[in-house]
């Protein structure tokens, strides 16, 4: 198992090529099952959710490799229906797979999703919308069985926008017959991603970026090439680690409109950004002001930059609240921060942050992916050394980050740690 060893208290400086996205390269490639084929898709990051995504796709029976960035799966062999669970449950995502094999084979059984340990994601939305759309649905030995002669287009109405749900009705619904509208869909880059991708393949969606989707139902899709978007939850996490550490660092490689409230809010903490459409620039210099923020649904703060700016308030000029109104239980890393000495107390879903002068290195864990970030961090700004164990989940969703970070002047490195029995 590996472990990261951070000798913080070094600026950052210099320039970074931001990674294509983790979370529009697990759709994009469940999509690909929908037309049988050869797809190409670039900008797809060497990670840990990718890999594993990809093995489920040979499973299912697909051929798929990923070199230099560029992702290519041949689909036309695939004849199996089944995620199982021994691959599933390390990754929430896989649940992607249902709509596409339900609309390809009538048939899917996809086992009930793992993944991070911070709290459940309901996939009742998924098998709402599958349900909407004629499919019949079982829940039987932790598995979603879902079975339909044809999926009909619906009018789908959400209680809550569900990225993922909204997503798999999506490609459901590329191939069902007529016309199906969701309603209170969601708005986030990753989804329109998908919907670009489904109409490059023939598909017939409108309404991207809205809350109300149209998807007119085609009789085939055909394989295409592809450039997946950059990775606006990395570049946000970068951003708050230069605003931890000062410096001056150029991002490149990215949407700037997919980050517009990660601007918005670290200019509000004091820190000068220069934007243009695909770059920006950060200037860092003393601590940040205290900023209360609310998690929201794109295009507001990000649920997965929750934890980063936490981190970023702990040493800030006074004292803030972080709501997360997505999850309201994501706040394990809060107890690792405050081993590194933040002053940090939780009140249902919402983290009350007291800046403090300094941090100090100790040995820390990660529980997910983005607890990884934020402790990563903290452990660049604060006092000595920071030993941060399990860092698989960091893998999961950041791409070589400690090599990223090295060029860019941090003392992180990657070290075996021993099993302790």
């Not at 609310?294 to 981190?311: C, H, K, L, V, Y």
Request: proline share 5%.
């Amino acid at each position: 198992m590996d472990k990261f060893v951070i000798h913080g208290g070094k600026p950052l400086n210099g320039t970074l090529k931001i990674s294509g996205a983790k979370n529009a390269s697990l759709p994009l490639m469940a999509a690909a099952l929908l037309a049988p084929g050869v797809h190409r898709i670039h900008n797809v990051p060497d990670l840990r959710d990718v890999s594993t995504m990809a093995h489920l796709l040979r499973i299912i029976g697909a051929r798929v490799e990923l070199h230099e960035h560029t992702m290519t799966i041949d689909s036309r062999d695939c004849s199996f229906y089944e995620a199982p669970y021994e691959l599933v449950k390390t990754m929430r995502a896989s649940v992607y797979v249902l709509g596409p094999l339900l609309a390809r084979f009538g048939r899917a059984r996809v086992s009930l999703p793992g993944g991070c340990a911070w709290g459940p994601r309901p996939v009742d939305l998924h098998i709402l919308g599958m349900q909407r759309l004629g499919a019949q649905i079982n829940l039987q030995d932790g598995y979603i069985e879902a079975r339909a002669k044809e999926l009909v287009g619906a009018r789908i109405t959400f209680p809550v926008a569900s990225v993922g749900a909204t997503g798999n009705v999506m490609m459901a619904a590329a191939m069902a017959k007529g016309k199906t509208i969701i309603e209170k869909a969601a708005r986030e880059p990753e989804i329109v991603a998908l919907a670009e991708y489904i109409n490059a393949m023939g598909g017939r969606i409108t309404g991207l970026g809205t809350d109300q989707i149209e998807i007119e139902g085609v009789s085939e899709l055909k394989p295409v090439e592809f450039e997946n978007i950059p990775d606006r939850i990395e570049a946000g996490t970068f951003l708050c680690a230069v605003a931890l550490t000062g410096g001056e660092v150029t991002l490149t490689n990215l949407k700037s409109a997919h980050i517009g409230a990660v601007f918005d809010s670290l200019e509000r903490a004091g820190f000068n950004l220069t934007v243009s459409p695909e770059k920006v620039s950060i200037q860092a210099k003393g601590r940040a002001l205290p900023v209360d923020l609310r998690t929201a649904p794109f295009p507001g703060f990000p649920t997965d930059m929750q934890a980063q700016w936490i981190s970023l308030m702990s040493l800030a000029a006074g004292s803030s609240g972080i709501t997360d109104t997505i999850y309201t239980d994501r706040f394990t890393h809060v107890a690792e921060l405050q081993r590194l000495g933040a002053d940090i107390r939780v009140e249902g879903n919402t983290a009350l942050v007291r800046g403090v002068d300094h941090l100090k290195g100790a040995p820390v864990m990660s529980t997910d992916l983005r607890a990884s970030a934020s402790l990563i961090l903290a452990g660049l700004a604060a006092q000595g050394r920071t030993d941060l164990s399990r860092v698989y989940h960091i893998d999961r969703g950041y791409e070589r980050i400690e090599e990223k970070l090295r060029s860019l002047g941090a003392d992180i490195s990657r070290e075996d740690e021993p099993i302790v029995t």
